[in-house]
């Protein structure tokens, strides 16, 4: 997959910025048919198969949204015991992304949905 440099280097430093919100423990960012195109993870946490059910779980959701009469689903949250899975779509003009979370117990989720929404902002300008 070829993407401009521009787009990687966005994607790339919106990993950087989510990595950095406390409690985090995985970021990636994938194409909405589920392939990594920028991604951080602790130790066993694997960001290929992160980006295949972030696109696998975003279809599902959209889905389920338009099932029960909501428009352009944006976003879901994935509650644990222990902690959250995050994804949030980026519709860049060229290729639909999508930015999925990881995040423990100790993670805030307002913080998480604040700077996830912000990252897309910046993606789908870059």
Same mark, same amino acid.
Do not use: W
């Given at each position: 997959?070829?993407? %401009?440099?521009?787009?990687?280097? #966005?994607? %790339? ?5 989510? %990595? &950095?919100?406390?409690?985090?423990? *995985?970021?990636?960012? *994938? ?6 195109? @920028?991604?951080? @993870? #602790? =130790?066993?946490? +694997?960001? *290929?198969?992160? &980006?295949?059910? &972030?696109?696998?779980?975003? *279809?599902?959701?959209?889905? @389920? ?16 015991? +222990?902690? /959250? /899975? !995050?994804?949030? !779509?980026? %519709? =860049? ?6 930015? &999925? ?5 100790? #993670?805030?989720? #307002?913080?998480? !949905?604040? /700077? ?9 300008? @870059?």
């Amino acid at each position: 997959m070829n993407l %401009r440099p521009a787009l990687l280097e #966005a994607a %790339r430093r919106a990993v950087q910025a989510l %990595r &950095a919100v406390g409690g985090v423990k *995985a970021v990636v960012v *994938a194409t909405s048919d589920g392939f990594d195109v @920028a991604s951080e @993870a #602790a =130790h066993g946490i +694997d960001p *290929a198969r992160v &980006a295949a059910m &972030a696109s696998s779980i975003g *279809a599902i959701a959209l889905v @389920a949204a338009q099932e029960g009469g909501l428009n352009d689903c944006d976003q879901m949250t994935v509650g644990a015991k +222990d902690g /959250f /899975f !995050h994804l949030r !779509h980026a %519709r =860049h003009p060229e290729l639909e992304l999508i930015i &999925a979370v990881i995040a423990g117990e100790s #993670a805030v989720l #307002a913080q998480v !949905h604040y /700077f996830t929404a912000e990252q897309v902002r910046l993606l789908v300008v @870059a």
